[in-house]
């Protein structure tokens, strides 16, 4: 019930012509809300810049420039937003484009609802090790009913399992891989809210089978998406690459390689036809260590902008919550606003 409401917020909200510069009442909660809605409604300039790799927008917007409904974003400016991505814009670049000098914002976009998971146990079954986890679906405590997908992934090998959470929001996915290999496995598990399948979210759990417990993500390879390209950078000379795959709920295909520099090597990202986030997974060694590394496209959860913490002196801060679509997929934004900070 809770994610339909959420979800009927989408129809029902409506543009709005913003009142950027209204200093009379530039901290009324009317004039934040305003602010928070032209952030999602609007392309900014150039209206295709989150493709752009090296372009400041002249104009902040979030919106798709070919949007058919309001409040529908692009994934390549939300992914630009993620600190993580190596085309990833400023905050001050953000602020200076949006062009309102009397306030200060901080975007955070995340999955409807959040998924967690935990080990539970393992043990040799033949030649396989079977692996039980729980995974707990739930927004703001309450618990979620919802169909499961679930990969897990070791160098080259794949295997996948279907389940649904209980009226708990909990479930026990159980998975094997057989002995013969080692290494750091990732499980990915997507999920689709049985109330409304655009309500998705995904959750990724790295372990050692066979082997110690992983090194963290990004000690052998960073990743950045953008535009349909993932783009890899290694960290070290003697790093091999064993598969790279895009995962989604219903789908699981190999990269198909572009180009190869040093240390460099350029993806092409297919057009996933899926309600769902895609999340993609490079495999490989370097010299003895196994890895696994993974990123989200677009790279959600994220938060940029302001620290709102402690507050800002003289000044309240607003905040606003909307339910958007990126893809065919359907997020939350929170958009916070106050008096100008010292940290832009």
Same mark, same amino acid.
């Given at each position: 019930?809770?994610?339909?409401?959420?979800?009927?917020?989408?129809?029902?909200?409506?543009?709005?012509?913003?009142? %950027?510069?209204?200093?009379?009442?530039?901290?009324?909660?009317d004039?934040? +809300?305003?602010?928070?809605?032209?952030?999602l409604?609007?392309?900014?300039?150039?209206?295709?810049?989150?493709?752009?790799?090296?372009?400041?927008?002249?104009?902040?917007?979030?919106? *798709?420039?070919?949007?058919?409904?309001?409040?529908?974003?692009d994934?390549?400016?939300?992914?630009?937003?993620?600190?993580?991505?190596?085309?990833?814009?400023?905050?001050?670049?953000?602020? @200076?484009?949006?062009? #309102?000098?009397?306030?200060?914002? @901080? =975007?955070?976009?995340?999955?409807?609802?959040?998924?967690?998971?935990?080990?539970?146990?393992?043990?040799? +079954?033949?030649?396989?090790?079977?692996?039980?986890?729980?995974?707990?679906?739930?927004?703001?405590?309450?618990?979620?009913?919802?169909?499961?997908?679930?990969?897990?992934?070791? *160098?080259?090998?794949?295997?996948?399992?279907?389940?649904?959470?209980?009226?708990?929001?909990?479930?026990? $996915?159980?998975?094997?891989?057989?002995?013969?290999?080692?290494?750091?496995?990732? %499980?990915?598990?997507?999920?689709?809210?049985a109330?409304?399948?655009?309500?998705?979210?995904?959750v990724?759990?790295? /372990?050692?089978?066979?082997?110690?417990?992983?090194?963290?993500?990004?000690?052998f390879?960073?990743?950045?998406? %953008?535009?349909?390209?993932l783009?890899?950078?290694f960290?070290?000379?003697?790093?091999?690459?064993?598969?790279?795959?895009?995962?989604?709920?219903?789908?699981? /295909?190999?990269?198909?390689?572009?180009?190869?520099?040093? @240390?460099? $090597?350029?993806?092409?990202v297919?057009? =996933?036809?899926?309600?769902? #986030?895609?999340?993609l997974? %490079?495999?490989?060694?370097?010299?003895?260590?196994?890895?696994?590394?993974?990123?989200?496209?677009? +790279? #959600?959860?994220?938060? =940029?902008?302001?620290?709102?913490?402690?507050?800002?002196?003289?000044?309240?801060?607003?905040?606003?919550?909307?339910? $958007?679509? =990126?893809?065919?997929?359907?997020?939350?934004? $929170?958009?916070?606003?106050?008096?100008?900070?010292?940290?832009?």
């Amino acid at each position: 019930m809770i994610l339909l409401v959420l979800s009927a917020m989408v129809g029902t909200s409506k543009l709005m012509a913003p009142y %950027l510069d209204d200093l009379a009442d530039r901290d009324s909660t009317d004039r934040f +809300q305003h602010l928070a809605s032209n952030l999602l409604l609007t392309t900014g300039s150039p209206s295709n810049w989150g493709q752009l790799r090296s372009t400041v927008p002249s104009a902040f917007g979030l919106a *798709r420039a070919d949007a058919v409904s309001p409040y529908e974003l692009d994934p390549d400016k939300v992914t630009r937003l993620n600190s993580q991505n190596v085309y990833a814009l400023a905050y001050s670049d953000l602020w @200076q484009a949006y062009g #309102v000098n009397d306030a200060s914002f @901080q =975007i955070e976009i995340k999955m409807l609802f959040a998924l967690s998971v935990k080990l539970v146990s393992s043990s040799t +079954q033949g030649s396989q090790t079977a692996y039980e986890f729980e995974v707990r679906a739930e927004k703001s405590g309450v618990p979620i009913s919802a169909d499961l997908k679930s990969y897990v992934v070791l *160098r080259d090998f794949v295997n996948e399992t279907k389940a649904s959470t209980s009226s708990n929001g909990a479930s026990i $996915v159980t998975i094997g891989i057989p002995n013969s290999i080692n290494g750091t496995a990732l %499980l990915l598990t997507f999920a689709k809210s049985a109330v409304n399948p655009q309500a998705v979210s995904y959750v990724v759990h790295a /372990f050692g089978h066979n082997s110690p417990s992983p090194l963290p993500d990004g000690t052998f390879v960073k990743l950045s998406p %953008l535009d349909r390209v993932l783009n890899a950078s290694f960290l070290y000379a003697t790093t091999q690459v064993i598969k790279a795959q895009v995962f989604s709920f219903s789908n699981n /295909f190999s990269l198909t390689e572009l180009t190869q520099g040093v @240390q460099t $090597v350029k993806y092409a990202v297919p057009r =996933i036809i899926d309600t769902s #986030v895609s999340v993609l997974v %490079l495999t490989g060694s370097n010299e003895s260590a196994s890895f696994a590394e993974w990123v989200a496209y677009p +790279q #959600v959860p994220l938060q =940029i902008g302001a620290d709102f913490s402690d507050g800002i002196a003289g000044s309240r801060v607003a905040a606003y919550s909307q339910i $958007v679509t =990126i893809g065919s997929a359907l997020y939350e934004v $929170v958009t916070k606003w106050g008096g100008l900070s010292s940290s832009v």
